[in-house]
């Protein structure tokens, strides 16, 4: 079971950098006080340079992962942005259409903050 301590928006604990999900390379989408958190394993972070070219992030049933994965979608603007699909089963709360931020989180902090799109 995946634990997040919570001041707000913001982090202040996980046990998620040492669980089986984050050793097997699964990111981990969390949400409080109105924020996305999508938590990235350390063999994930290759993929932060490509997340920080997204001007917005927007969240959407997958199109590769049809009824299974959500796609957390790095927009920046090309016909091609970097996604990452998020099994539904490592996601802590209900997907609700909305305006909202978005977070990146690694073992070291927050690395990205952007708005988001919930589109459901």
Not at 79 to 100: E, G, I, S, W, Y
Request: a negative charge; hydrophobic letters at 35%.
């Amino acid at each position: 079971m995946i634990e997040i301590g919570n001041n707000g928006s913001e982090i202040t604990y996980t046990n998620y950098w040492d669980s089986e999900h984050a050793r097997c390379g699964f990111c981990y989408l969390s949400a409080n006080a109105g924020v996305w958190r999508l938590l990235v394993p350390p063999e994930g972070e290759v993929m932060l340079a490509e997340m920080k070219t997204g001007r917005s992030v927007s969240i959407e049933p997958s199109l590769h992962e049809p009824g299974r994965c959500w796609d957390v979608v790095f927009n920046d603007g090309s016909d091609a942005p970097f996604f990452v699909a998020v099994d539904k089963q490592q996601v802590d709360r209900a997907m609700l259409q909305r305006l909202c931020r978005l977070t990146v989180w690694t073992r070291r902090g927050k690395e990205l903050d952007l708005s988001c799109e919930v589109n459901t």
